[in-house]
Nanobody, 123 residues
Framework: QVQPAESGGGLVQAGGSLRLSCAAS????????LGWFRQAPGKEREFVAA????????YYADSVKGRFTISRDNVKNTVYLQMNSLKPDDTAVYYC????????????????WGQGTQVTVSS
């Protein structure tokens, strides 16, 4: 199994940047696709970005395309989410999730989830 644990959230002004990290335990990290999701108060959990096992292909929600970048380091067993040009609408709890084989945009397809990290963007 690959159990994620997020870090790097915080409070930032609109237009600022944050980098989230997700360190995952387990010996088979490179066998798992990784995804970032977020959930704002009163809203459903939504897809943000995902990356294939090798890191060669990435996927993004339209709302973050061009502003966020997902990457992974299979030696450090870590996936990152670089968030630039942040907007107040990006305020949410951000979750990292893992699944075997190919990534998905549907959160129901992911097996292991972290506890989440709060990102707050002030206007």
């Amino acid at each position: 199994q690959v159990q994620p644990a997020e870090s790097g959230g915080g409070l930032v002004q609109a237009g600022g940047s944050l980098r989230l990290s997700c360190a995952a335990s387990g010996r088979t990290f490179s066998s798992y696709a990784l995804g970032w999701f977020r959930q704002a108060p009163g809203k459903e959990r939504e897809f943000v970005a995902a990356i294939t096992r090798s890191g060669g292909t990435t996927y993004y929600a339209d709302s973050v395309k061009g502003r966020f970048t997902i990457s992974r380091d299979n030696v450090k067993n870590t996936v990152y989410l670089q968030m630039n040009s942040l907007k107040p609408d990006d305020t949410a709890v951000y979750y990292c999730a893992s699944k075997r084989f190919a990534p998905m945009t549907d959160p129901r397809g992911y097996t292991y989830w972290g506890q989440g990290t709060q990102v707050t963007v002030s206007s």
